[in-house]
Each structure stands twice: as structure tokens, then as C-alpha cells.
Nanobody
Framework: QVQLEESGGGSVQAGGSLRLSCGVS????????MGWFRQAPGQAREGVAA????????YYADNVKGRFTISQDSAKRTVYLQMNSLRPDDGAMYYC???????????????????????WGKGLLVTISS
């Protein structure tokens, strides 16, 4: 069983930066997909970024390209989401999730708000003040 635990959320002013972390524990395959998702009040969950673990390819939603960076520290089994130039509409609950490698390379990781992802963290709140 895989467990995911997010950390690093909080409140920041617009234009600022935050780095979210997702610690992975439990047995994992050698290749898999790690994603960050978010859900704002009253809105559907959306995929923000994904990383193909074992391959290194990254994927981003159009509205965060150039501002967010997903990365990993394999030794620490941690995936990060560096968020820069934050905007008020980036405020949401953020979740990390893990799925099969197919979810990444097929592009389906974002489908249906991440319904192809198998494991989820509990989420953390990011608040952006204007």
C-alpha cells in the first residue's frame, strides 16, 4: 500500500512563492506517475503538474506553465511542486497523487480530475492574498 503525505501549504501574497512537498511511503513500482492536483471551492479538481518517475518527463497544465515546477528527490522519496508568481486564482486545496506510468505518458493523468490516479494524499490548503 502506498501512502502520500503533503506538506508546505500556507498563505502567501500574490506574486510570492511556495514549495509543496509530497512524501511517498510503501511499496512502489520502478516507474509510475506522480501528480499534483488542486480543487478550489465550488470548482472541479484539476491536474496541475505531473512527473513520470523513472523517466523524468514532466507535464503541466497550461495555466501554470512557466510558473510551477514539479521535481523529485528520489533518495528522499519526495516529489515537490515549486510554485512561483502565485496568483489569487491559484488558491485551492492541493493534493498529490500517484498512478501508473501509463497515466503520465498517455496524458490521461489529468482526465476527470485525476480519476486514473490510484493513491491520494489528504491535501493541504494554499491561500493567495491579493
Amino acid at each position: 500500500q502506498v501512502q502520500l503525505e503533503e506538506s508546505g501549504g500556507g498563505s502567501v501574497q500574490a506574486g510570492g512563492s511556495l514549495r509543496l512537498s509530497c512524501g511517498v511511503s510503501g511499496a512502489t513500482a520502478s516507474t509510475y506517475c506522480m501528480g499534483w492536483f488542486r480543487q478550489a471551492p465550488g470548482q472541479a479538481r484539476e491536474g496541475v503538474a505531473a512527473l513520470y518517475i523513472g523517466g523524468g518527463t514532466t507535464y503541466y497544465a497550461d495555466n501554470v506553465k512557466g510558473r510551477f515546477t514539479i521535481s523529485q528527490d528520489s533518495a528522499k522519496r519526495t516529489v515537490y511542486l515549486q510554485m512561483n508568481s502565485l496568483r489569487p486564482d491559484d488558491g485551492a486545496m492541493y493534493y498529490c497523487a500517484q498512478g501508473s506510468s501509463y497515466a503520465c505518458y498517455s496524458g490521461s493523468w489529468r482526465s476527470g480530475g485525476g480519476h486514473r490516479m490510484d493513491y491520494w494524499g489528504k491535501g493541504l490548503l494554499v491561500t493567495i492574498s491579493s
